[in-house]
């Protein structure tokens, strides 16, 4: 059974969307399923962001020793730590990419957001050659439903495809994302990823691999609906997207996203499945 079918297989036991797009940077290899379906970014989208700052850096714009105060106004919801520190704290506009980078913290990235502009980082996007539209809110993080009778543009709101994001991040590791220096910085930061150890690392041996990656999750509530075990939860999305660095052999892009889920531990366990096949199949000697 080839890898293709190995995934088709744990997308068929999955209560859910399952999209996956694999490239093996050495060989070039890829292998993708519902790779062109758009799926929620939900916090992977910080990877668009952080790479149009650095462009903005690279082009002088913008200083990453510049500072920044957090008033109260920034302060949104979800994960991270910010929003639960006293308003007035000022530091340097690294620190607060640190901050959404390695725990995801949602303030943060709105800080970083109002700083580069949201326009800017469709316009980057686009010059990238891929089709998304980012659109970060103070209330939310996360893609809209698709309701019926939406035009296919209204879904792309916060929402790429595996593909896309998959060429993404092959830009980002051939230093065409941004400059070098800066592509290289980048991938620092998602090597430092602190959340989701149940996805694409959980059956990786981590002292054989390096793992630069962003998750991302989501959950849409609604009051007296039900949907699976948990009673409000009508949509929710799993994902996490990353470049692998297998000891002695060629690394590889793996992008896991997830979507219809009634439980974001079947997402996990999913991503995390077939981040195990992915890697056995690159890894091994025949």
């Known amino acids: ?19 996956v797009a694999v490239k093996n940077l050495g060989t070039g290899e890829e292998v993708w399923l519902n790779g062109d379906d758009f799926f929620p970014m939900a916090s992977a989208l910080k990877v668009p ?40 704290l000022e530091t340097v506009v690294r620190d607060y990419v640190t901050l959404m980078m390695m725990i995801s913290d949602n303030t943060a990235t709105v800080m970083v957001v109002d700083l580069v502009g949201r326009e800017n980082i469709n316009e980057a996007m686009r010059r990238l050659g891929l089709k998304t539209n980012v659109m970060v809110s103070r209330e939310r993080f996360h893609g809209k439903v698709r309701q019926r009778g939406q035009n ?18 092959e830009k980002l590791y051939r230093g065409e994302a941004a400059s070098r220096s800066s592509c290289d910085a980048i991938i ?23 793992v630069a990656e962003k998750t991302g999750t989501m959950a849409i509530r609604k009051k007296g609906a039900v949907a699976g075990p948990k009673p409000g939860i009508v949509y929710a999305a799993v994902i996490d997207v990353g470049i692998v660095f297998p000891r002695e052999k060629d690394p590889y892009i793996i992008c896991g996203f997830s979507k219809d889920l009634s439980e974001n531990d079947d997402g996990e366990e999913a991503i995390a499945t077939v981040s195990k096949l992915v890697y056995e199949h690159f890894t091994s000697e025949t």
């Open 152 to 169: 296919r543009e209204s879904q792309l709101v916060n929402m790429m495809t595996p593909r896309g994001m998959m060429a993404l991040l």
């Open 49 to 88: 962001v952080l790479i149009t700052l650095y462009r903005q850096v690279d082009e002088g714009k913008i200083s990453l020793d510049e500072r920044l105060v957090m008033t109260e106004d920034a302060k949104v919801p979800g994960s991270g730590i910010l929003q639960h520190l006293t308003p007035g």
């Open 1 to 19: 059974m080839g890898l293709k079918e190995k995934i088709e297989e744990v997308a068929e036991g999955l209560e859910g969307t399952l999209g």
């Open 188 to 210: 620092d930061l998602m090597k430092r990823c602190q959340t989701g150890e149940n996805r694409l690392r959980k059956y990786l041996p981590g002292d054989e691999v390096e």
